[in-house]
C-alpha cells in the first residue's frame, strides 16, 4: 500500500511506486471511481493496444502483404 497526503491545494502527489506500476508519466490522464462500498479506486487512463481490435471492419476483400507493400511505395512515391 502506498500512502500520499493532500495538500493545501487539492493536488495529490503519487509516490514513485505507484507511478511506475501505472506507468505514468506528466500529463497523463487518471480516473477515479467510487465504489459502491465507499473505497475509492485510481485507474490508469492509458489503454493497451489490444483493446482496439476489432473497432475496424473487416477488408470488404483480403489484401496480401506484397499488395500493401507495393501500395505503402506507390503512395510513398507521391509525396515526395
Known amino acids: 500500500m502506498a500512502e500520499t497526503m493532500l495538500k493545501e491545494d487539492g493536488h495529490l502527489l503519487l509516490p514513485k511506486e505507484v507511478l511506475e506500476y501505472l506507468h505514468l508519466h506528466p500529463g497523463d490522464r487518471l480516473n477515479i471511481v467510487i465504489q459502491n462500498n465507499g473505497d475509492v479506486v485510481i485507474k490508469s487512463n492509458l489503454r493497451d493496444v489490444r483493446?482496439?481490435?476489432?473497432?475496424?471492419?473487416?477488408?470488404?476483400?483480403?489484401?496480401?502483404?506484397?499488395?500493401m507493400k507495393q501500395t505503402i511505395r506507390l503512395r510513398g512515391s507521391k509525396n515526395q
Open 51 to 67: 483493446d482496439l481490435k476489432g473497432i475496424l471492419p473487416p477488408p470488404s476483400k483480403p489484401v496480401s502483404i506484397e499488395n
